[in-house]
């Protein structure tokens, strides 16, 4: 019967350690391990470029974004200036550089504010369903009706100064839903399961057996679809930007830079200005994606 | 007679089907288990056989009380236990365990098999907090696992394995009743005997009652002291474990005597009879005996009266009209023809 035969010495109790320590060990192995993945190296080394780029921007370039000279208008790079200058002859490389700030904080807040959210709202309503289920769930039914995009504009269009709190707030609403009901899917599924029953029956209270069983087993799409929703987050700001009820000028963001780049046929003039800031935004959505990828294969108990 | 240690008394669990938002479901209750009467004494094994659907993990369900009865009591040592109320309930439930039928699907995957079984000793905090350790160890002992297995996850294990980590976590509560609900129909036949000699060997060196849920026959012989056959929700058959086999007083059990592969020895046959169709559906039972609709020696009156459980002698009942003649024929049972 038993296929191993290890004696039982030299062995350290500590059957009580916290099942989360699990998925910790999951996520540190696959960050060691990333050397042998070259896309999750890659991305892993962007997100932490542009990370560092968006706390400490002063790292990369010591040229003031709004140090302009319109003679320069558009010139193309040149030594001490890779990126060349903008419309209003600003260096576009401290541009672009600056411009990590806002685009990473959109789709971090975003990310986060929705993963709360959607953690706090689904495992309410999938675990405990009756009357919190129904209010939940029908709130969530709304706003899954409306079109995103028409009522993003409408309601944006409504704020006279529009921040990186404006466009977070509009994207959260929007998005939270989606994301709320996945988890509470995946929830009804996992509450159901025979271990969590197995549980009941030896005793174990509601919330010890939500938090201890439910969630660590649940939590696994989330935590990949908020991972993946940094990039969308990221995306979503440049959209806005672009139909103008984005953040307003003087603010730094790849999104205005690309919506000033395509403004007036600007790029057909100096395409580099369209191309900095959009490669930057794709890499980073990307780096999101496979980031998120990689995730959810690494934190399948099955893997090892 | 002393007081059993779990009565149940003329219990009723109903099912409402489910519809959508838009549409009620169909009409009508589902009628899983319909007044049913058991009693489950310290120390023996009963053995409930019955086909999918009958109502045998309904059954389960409220034995261990994640469900209570629609209708009806339970009573644990002759109390009510709708009447329990805070630790003394807490203590009831802890009393009563439940081993699962797919052990794959009984453990969390994420918690190793150490971490699963301390959890309910900690719930109930049996032992103190640094003990716990030292009891879990006792546990896999107990169940014939190593210690190392403690740090393991339940993928790492095979289903045999895992069953005994499901029973060791189920000791862990000290329950005086293991309900288990088909603990073997998910384990390969070779580990089959290895995990019911435990269940045999726990139930002598703890004094457990254990409730043996099981679909065929076969298994169940080995194990029980008495033996329940449901159907449809009811109880159609019970009596000693002998009894039940070598005269059987209900058609529904003689056709599952005759459902166990088994060759006659030479110089012996079987008279099989096979069950036609689906049982019928629970929502709306046929009138008169459940059964007649695929009963083998079904009579007219089968179709109209309810019949009653006729004593057969030793606490051996069948509730059939036939149930005297039944209980003298041969059906599935091997007889010799030399």
Request: aromatic share 6%; with cysteine.
């Amino acid at each position: 019967m038993l296929e191993e035969s290890e004696t039982a010495a030299a062995v350290e109790v500590r059957p009580t350690a916290e099942g989360t320590r699990r998925r910790r060990g999951r996520v540190e192995a696959l960050l060691l391990s990333s050397w042998r993945r070259p896309f999750l190296a890659m991305a892993l080394l962007i997100i932490v470029v542009v990370s560092v780029m968006a706390i400490v921007p002063q790292l990369f370039t010591d040229i003031d974004p709004r140090d302009c000279d319109l003679s320069l208008s558009r010139l193309g790079p040149s030594p001490g200036h890779p990126f060349g200058f903008d419309m209003q002859g600003c260096d576009y490389f401290s541009n672009v550089v600056y411009g990590a700030r806002t685009s990473m904080l959109v789709g971090v807040l975003v990310a986060g504010l929705t993963f709360v959210i959607a953690l706090v709202a689904g495992s309410l309503a999938g675990y405990y369903g009756g009357l919190i289920d129904t209010v939940i769930s029908r709130a969530a039914d709304i706003v899954l009706g409306v079109p995103v995009m028409i009522a993003s504009l409408v309601i944006l269009y409504q704020f006279k100064s529009r921040g990186v709190g404006t466009i977070v707030f509009v994207l959260v609403l929007f998005t939270w839903a989606g994301t709320m009901r996945y988890l509470r899917g995946t929830v009804l599924q996992v509450k159901q399961l025979e271990y969590v029953q197995a549980a009941r029956i030896l005793g174990v209270g509601r919330l010890r057996i939500l938090s201890r069983h439910v969630l660590p087993n649940a939590i696994t799409p989330l935590i990949v679809m908020s991972t993946l929703s940094v990039g969308a987050g990221m995306t979503a700001e440049a959209g806005f930007s672009i139909l103008g009820v984005g953040i307003k000028l003087p603010a730094f963001s790849w999104g205005l830079q690309i919506a000033a780049a395509s403004s007036d046929g600007n790029w057909q003039i100096a395409p580099l200005l369209m191309l900095f800031p959009a490669l930057m935004l794709a890499l980073t959505t990307l780096a999101f994606v496979v980031l998120g990828e990689n995730l959810r294969d690494a934190l399948d108990p099955r893997s090892s | 007679m002393t007081t059993p240690l779990l009565l149940l008394d003329d219990v009723h669990q109903t099912y409402r089907p489910k519809g959508s938002i838009f549409s009620r479901g169909p009409a009508g209750l589902v009628q899983a288990v319909s007044g049913v009467t058991l009693d489950i004494n310290a120390g023996e094994t009963l053995g409930v056989v019955g086909e999918s659907g009958c109502g045998k993990s309904t059954l389960a369900r409220m034995i261990v009380g994640i469900e209570d009865p629609k209708q009806g009591a339970v009573r644990w040592k002759g109390t009510d236990v709708s009447t329990l109320k805070g630790t003394e309930r807490k203590a009831f439930h802890r009393s009563i365990q439940l081993i699962f039928q797919d052990p794959f699907a009984s453990l969390d995957p994420r918690r190793t098999v150490g971490q699963s079984i301390a959890e309910g000793v900690l719930a109930h905090d049996l032992v103190a907090a640094d003990a716990v350790g030292d009891r879990v160890q006792q546990l896999l002992r107990q169940v014939g696992l190593l210690p190392v297995h403690a740090w393991r996850y339940p993928h790492e294990f095979s289903g045999g394995q895992l069953q005994r980590v499901g029973i060791a976590q189920a000791l862990g509560v000290e329950p005086e009743v293991l309900v288990c609900d088909e603990p073997v129909s998910a384990l390969d036949v070779s580990v089959r005997a290895q995990v019911l000699n435990l269940l045999n060997q726990l139930k002598t060196e703890l004094g457990l009652a254990i409730v043996f849920i099981a679909h065929d026959l076969d298994v169940v012989q080995h194990m029980s002291d008495r033996i329940v056959t449901m159907y449809l929700g009811k109880i159609v058959e019970q009596g000693p474990c002998d009894a039940v086999y070598e005269s059987a007083g209900h058609p529904y059990t003689r056709a599952l005597l005759s459902a166990i592969p088994k060759k006659p020895a030479p110089g012996y046959r079987i008279d099989r009879v096979v069950l036609e169709g689906d049982p019928p559906s629970p929502i709306n039972p046929p009138a008169g005996c459940p059964f007649h609709t695929r009963c083998y020696a079904a009579i007219e009156m089968c179709s109209t009266v309810v019949p009653k459980a006729a004593d057969l002698g030793d606490g051996h009942r069948a509730t059939c009209h036939l149930a005297e003649e039944v209980s003298r024929s041969r059906v599935g049972q091997p007889y010799s023809v030399v």
